[in-house]
């Protein structure tokens, strides 16, 4: 770990670009995630409780769909928090927290479970059978629940970051 100046000292000489813009554009993506996240367990669901055929096809269309649009959106995310937010995160604080290790390899388990599921959908037989269905979808779960905890950690980090902005008045 790498320490930096003392407190004091690293806020009377603050240079780092607008601090409240990484702290406010890391809010934002953390709501629209959160949205994202959220309807992607609900469709999940939806598909888990579908048994008749045609009803269960277009629940699944709908997933597969809403799978790739968080998959993209989650790979943007952490591009951005791995080359702008963490390092703020580390320059403001002056030492890399240890979260940082623990979130990177979340977000790859996370990436496993989604590759699965998609290496399985392609595998598997059409029409999709309910049971079939679950079994696919049992890797969004996963999937879900380590982004979910990895959003909790980053809402960690920025609400740590605003109680510090308040003391230090940025």
Same mark, same amino acid.
């Given at each position: 770990?790498?320490?930096?100046?003392?407190?004091?000292?690293?806020?009377?000489?603050?240079?780092?670009?607008?601090?409240?813009?990484?702290?406010?554009?890391?809010?934002?993506?953390?709501?629209?995630?959160?949205?994202?996240?959220?309807?992607?367990?609900?469709?999940?669901?939806?598909?888990?409780?579908?048994?008749?055929?045609?009803?269960?096809?277009?629940?699944? +269309? !709908? &997933? /597969? %769909?809403?799978? @790739?649009?968080?998959?993209?959106?989650?790979?943007?995310?952490?591009?951005?928090? $791995?080359?702008?937010?963490?390092?703020?995160?580390?320059?403001?604080?002056?030492?890399?927290?240890?979260?940082?290790?623990?979130?990177?390899?979340?977000?790859?388990?996370?990436?496993?479970?989604?590759?699965?599921?998609?290496?399985?959908?392609?595998?598997?037989?059409?029409?999709?059978?309910?049971?079939?269905? +679950? !079994? &696919? /979808? %049992?890797?969004? @779960?996963?999937?879900?629940?380590?982004?979910?905890?990895?959003?909790?950690?980053? $809402?960690?980090?920025?609400?740590?970051?605003?109680?510090?902005?308040?003391?230090?008045?940025?």
């Amino acid at each position: 770990m790498r320490t930096m100046a003392p407190q004091e000292e690293r806020f009377a000489t603050l240079t780092h670009p607008a601090p409240d813009i990484a702290v406010e554009r890391a809010s934002q993506e953390q709501e629209r995630l959160h949205a994202e996240l959220q309807a992607l367990v609900r469709q999940t669901c939806s598909v888990r409780q579908a048994e008749e055929p045609a009803r269960l096809s277009r629940e699944f +269309r !709908k &997933l /597969t %769909s809403q799978v @790739l649009k968080l998959q993209e959106d989650w790979q943007a995310h952490s591009r951005w928090v $791995e080359t702008e937010f963490l390092p703020y995160v580390t320059w403001y604080w002056g030492e890399e927290p240890d979260l940082f290790a623990l979130m990177d390899h979340e977000y790859e388990l996370a990436e496993r479970c989604l590759e699965r599921f998609n290496e399985r959908l392609g595998q598997a037989a059409v029409p999709l059978e309910p049971e079939d269905a +679950r !079994k &696919l /979808t %049992s890797h969004l @779960l996963q999937a879900y629940a380590i982004l979910k905890n990895r959003m909790l950690e980053e $809402e960690e980090l920025v609400q740590q970051l605003k109680d510090r902005s308040n003391r230090y008045d940025f």
